[in-house]
């Protein structure tokens, strides 16, 4: 079994910060990639930011400059630090991580996820 637990939604007002992070916990051997999704009302799913374990972070166009995505490896844990947001960035944002369980089955996995409203 692996879990994956968001944390650090909330309201805030344009132009404000936010902190997520997500701990990844379980029968894990490897953790290859980390990130983040975000799904608004009436929308599709979209990648926010994503960053495997050798290489380099991939974000979305429409963050790029304001959001950064970073790995404390030794925790399991991602976060995502984003500033300057605004009523675009309502959404729930779920945590992904693409790893491989100690029985050696490698799949993708889903956080529950944690809404980040945006407030004009």
């Known amino acids: 079994q692996v879990q994956l637990v968001e944390s650090g939604g909330g309201l805030v007002q344009a132009g404000g910060s936010l902190r997520l992070s997500c701990v990844v916990s379980?029968?894990?051997?490897?953790?290859?990639?980390m990130g983040w999704y975000r799904q608004a009302p009436g929308k599709q799913r979209e990648l926010v930011a994503t960053l495997p374990t050798d290489g380099n972070p991939n974000y979305a166009d429409s963050v790029k400059g304001r959001f950064t995505v970073s790995r404390d490896n030794a925790k399991n844990t991602v976060y995502l630090q984003m500033n300057s947001l605004n009523s675009e960035d309502t959404a729930v944002y779920l945590c992904y991580a693409d790893l491989r369980e100690r029985r050696g089955l490698r799949r993708d996995y889903w956080g529950q996820g944690t809404q980040v409203t945006v407030s004009s």
């Open positions: 379980g029968s894990i051997f490897s953790i290859l990639t």
